[in-house]
């Protein structure tokens, strides 16, 4: 099994690293600087010797191109979201608007987030990922549900816990790459099971155009506690 330390320690010795700053996209992340492997290691903590990496990149800030991902980061990332997303305001905020609005005013799969901007989504259907009204979508998924995505109705429906780098306009569904998993509701706007049987999202990527991994406080916070155990 892999633990913190053992993963940090295949990306460089502790004693090689030296000075940090933050990401001028993103203030929640660390980049700290490795003199013999000229690149910069990628952390939730500002400690280079402690938790486990997020990735590295020899350029500061991080591109699709550039940024090596550590994949066991990003599947300590998907477990937590799993764990806790029934739990975090935002998504709660989500699962409240299915049920006062039945879906009606969010389309098929809609989202909400605040502080959203406007731009084109594309379509989905069935229990995939992509964006609103109709389409195809990532594979490894849950998404909006073939039988009116947030529903209505009293249909259940699936709602998408998605990376805030790039949020989507009320009534949309985030791009694919932006979208960490779903969660499953039932016709009363409940996590189906407690849990909403969480399905995470293969297509997803921590580093997009957009910027770089962005998660709300409550799951950044529940992550950097899994990280300094």
């Given at each position: 099994?892999?633990?913190?330390s053992s993963v940090r320690s295949r990306f460089a010795k502790?004693?090689?690293?030296?000075?940090?700053?933050?990401?001028?996209?993103?203030?929640?992340?660390?980049?700290?600087?490795?003199?013999?492997?000229?690149?910069?290691?990628?952390?939730?903590?500002?400690?280079?010797?402690?938790?486990?990496?997020?990735?590295?990149?020899?350029?500061?800030?991080?591109?699709?191109?550039?940024?090596?991902?550590?994949?066991?980061?990003?599947?300590?990332?998907?477990?937590?979201?799993?764990?806790?997303?029934?739990?975090?305001?935002?998504?709660?905020?989500?699962?409240?608007?299915?049920?006062?609005?039945?879906?009606?005013?969010?389309?098929?799969?809609?989202?909400?987030?605040?502080?959203?901007?406007?731009?084109?989504?594309?379509?989905?259907?069935?229990?995939?990922?992509?964006?609103?009204?109709?389409?195809?979508?990532?594979?490894?998924?849950?998404?909006?549900?073939?039988?009116?995505?947030?529903?209505?109705?009293?249909?259940?429906?699936?709602?998408?816990?998605?990376?805030?780098?790039?949020?989507?306009?009320?009534?949309?569904?985030?791009?694919?790459?932006?979208?960490?998993?779903?969660?499953?509701?039932?016709?009363?706007?409940?996590?189906?099971?407690?849990?909403?049987?969480?399905?995470?999202?293969?297509?997803?990527?921590?580093?997009?155009?957009?910027?770089?991994?962005?998660?709300?406080?409550?799951?950044?916070?529940?992550?950097?506690?899994?990280?300094?155990?």
């Amino acid at each position: 099994m892999l633990t913190c330390s053992s993963v940090r320690s295949r990306f460089a010795k502790p004693s090689l690293w030296r000075g940090f700053s933050t990401l001028p996209n993103n203030p929640h992340i660390y980049a700290h600087w490795s003199d013999s492997r000229r690149e910069y290691n990628l952390s939730l903590l500002p400690d280079a010797s402690s938790g486990m990496p997020i990735g590295s990149c020899p350029n500061i800030p991080p591109t699709p191109d550039s940024f090596r991902e550590n994949n066991d980061f990003l599947q300590l990332v998907q477990r937590v979201i799993g764990e806790h997303a029934v739990n975090d305001p935002d998504v709660q905020a989500q699962a409240a608007m299915y049920t006062s609005q039945a879906g009606a005013s969010l389309g098929s799969g809609g989202l909400f987030f605040p502080g959203q901007r406007r731009h084109k989504r594309r379509g989905e259907t069935g229990p995939k990922v992509a964006g609103g009204g109709g389409g195809s979508g990532g594979g490894g998924a849950g998404g909006a549900s073939a039988q009116g995505g947030i529903g209505g109705a009293g249909r259940g429906g699936w709602i998408h816990v998605s990376d805030q780098r790039n949020p989507p306009d009320l009534g949309r569904v985030a791009w694919p790459e932006d979208i960490f998993g779903s969660l499953e509701l039932d016709g009363e706007g409940r996590f189906v099971d407690g849990t909403g049987r969480y399905q995470k999202n293969d297509t997803y990527r921590v580093v997009t155009k957009e910027g770089i991994l962005g998660l709300s406080p409550f799951l950044r916070k529940k992550l950097i506690e899994r990280l300094t155990k």
